[in-house]
T-cell receptor, first 110, second 116 residues
Framework: GDSVTQMEGPVTLSEEAFLTINCTYT??????LFWYVQYPGEGLQLLLK?????DKGSNKGFEATYRKETTSFHLEKGSVQVSDSAVYFC?????????FGSGTKLNVKP | EAGVAQSPRYKIIEKRQSVAFWCNPI?????LYWYQQILGQGPKLLIQ????????DSQLPKDRFSAERLKGVDSTLKIQPAKLEDSAVYLC??????????????FGPGTRLTVL
């Protein structure tokens, strides 16, 4: 069945460091791909999405490119801030069935 | 605009008891989702409604879980009887319409259930 695998956390970085959180997926067909973020004490919110191969989603300095050849959707940010500390979830939507990864906690130190 | 509302925020019950959660989606959103998020895992879809009809309930443990959305607006999720493994955060989300990949889901704050 369809599934999402993302790197285990926690990931601890210093402010202004480069961030990569890996996400790979297994799906039939052509799913849409998402990154959601959950800040401490808040609900899940959409960070970015891509609906077809080679699309790049971007928001708040974060980017992810839909790579069909490697079935990946890695999240990147060039310079993280303390305020980026949160749990990040990779997800896919395939024919209106949604699957989430297990989440990666990011801690950014000042 | 008001977000997705859920209540209660926290619930502690003993095993074999019953519990119900309530969700009020964003006004005008046709699609409503219930997810179960066990600690350390990602959300798992339990049931999806389009207006008051069920679109997908393939992962809902129907022997103990039930959900309804009678008037196509708010929804309740019930567990009867609860088991220890039901301890989780129950998330409600809504979206404008069930168009695959084009719709954004908006999540509520969740209800944290602890079964003792």
């Amino acid at each position: 069945g369809d599934s999402v695998t993302q790197m285990e956390g926690p990931v601890t970085l210093s402010e202004e460091a480069f961030l990569t959180i890996n996400c790979t997926y297994t799906a039939t067909g052509y799913p849409s791909l998402f990154w959601y973020v959950q800040y401490p004490g808040e609900g899940l919110q959409l960070l970015l999405k891509a609906t077809k191969a080679d699309d790049k989603g971007s928001n708040k300095g974060f980017e992810a490119t839909y790579r069909k050849e490697t079935t990946s959707f890695h999240l990147e940010k060039g310079s993280v801030q303390v305020s980026d500390s949160a749990v990040y979830f990779c997800a896919l939507d395939n024919f209106n069935k949604f699957y989430f990864g297990s989440g990666t906690k990011l801690n950014v130190k000042p | 605009e008001a977000g997705v509302a859920q209540s209660p925020r926290y619930k502690i019950i003993e095993k074999r008891q019953s519990v119900a959660f309530w969700c009020n989606p964003i006004s005008g959103h046709a699609t409503l989702y219930w997810y179960q998020q066990i600690l350390g895992q990602g959300p798992k879809l339990l049931i999806q409604f389009q207006n008051n009809g069920v679109v997908d309930d393939s992962q809902l443990p129907k022997d103990r879980f039930s959900a309804e959305r009678l008037k196509g607006v708010d929804s309740t999720l019930k567990i009867q009887p609860a088991k220890l493994e039901d301890s989780a955060v129950y998330l409600c989300a809504s979206s404008l319409a069930a168009q695959s990949g084009t719709d954004t889901q908006y999540f509520g704050p969740g209800t944290r259930l602890t079964v003792l």
